[in-house]
């Protein structure tokens, strides 16, 4: 079977358990999973980047290094670097139009709605940012912890991120192998 | 007041949501905490780390630069190499004898035994490692996410430190900022 290839998103100021929630249930899943699964940490280039509470992490490829992913995470945090960040966007784009399942957690919905990904559709986000969101025209389920709109997937806030990756699991895998990931997490 | 000082600590091969969660926790109560509460990621040396499904952090001080600490956190994944290392028990047990609040996530409850801080203590593990924390005489609590035996504190596997993390914060400074921070983290 083909590679299943995974890029999570890392940036400065990056929210800790955004991105290491996710980072968990989906590299259990790869250590599982008979078809391979690949899940890298990706980021503008692989120089350390300092998360929003000060954890020091190395991303494993550059963007320019990474090729086409099947999945990719975009976690929140300190998101207003990535909002003005017209070639970050322009990526998120072309990674949509690739085929690639695009996903967020936290308010890293606001950023995927920059690149008009969430248009038409409903999506899940952290309660601080539900205002924001449907003040870009975004129908926002305040009770989901995620959404899942086919080619996009959201979660509301950071914990979220490890219910929505237990999600695509099922989704991507079956729900056998996402109870399998829960019961190796003991996420109750 | 004085500074309240917590270490996480990182090695080659901890499961990364068992330091992440705590570390979210503990960083985010940092933040919102009218006591200073510093949170250092502490290895054998600062030099990179590779977790137990790949991803490298960079800790933030050496065991010798580290100091005293209030509370200490020793999460689980590939425990095998601590418990090998008299050198790290050895600065387990001079920091519970120092007065450092000790606790353990998942199977990081071997460790803490491996310094017999469990001894006539019950405690909380992962489920895969029930039978060899009570074959070192540990009474296992297999219900609990986590056990609080005053000077130490134990959790069940991986996601359950981000329980135990809500809970020294509701015993350390109030139920107030625990449920703030669960609010923060949306850790319904």
Redesign the interface.
Known sequence: MDEFRIGIALWDGV???DF??P??VL??W??GSERPVT?T?VARSTE?VTCS??????P?ASFEELGHVDLFVNPGGRVDPLLGDDAYIGRLRAMADGGTLMTSV?NGALVLQKANLLDGRRAAT??GSYDRLEELGVTVDREARWVDEGMVVTS?????G?DMALHLVARLDSEEMSAKVR?????D
């Open positions: 929210e800790e358990l290491a929630g980072y968990e590299t259990a790869a250590r899940v940490a350390p509470h000060g954890l020091r992490v190395i494993d936290c952290h309660w509301a806030g950071v914990s979220a490890i019961r190796y997490i003991q996420y």
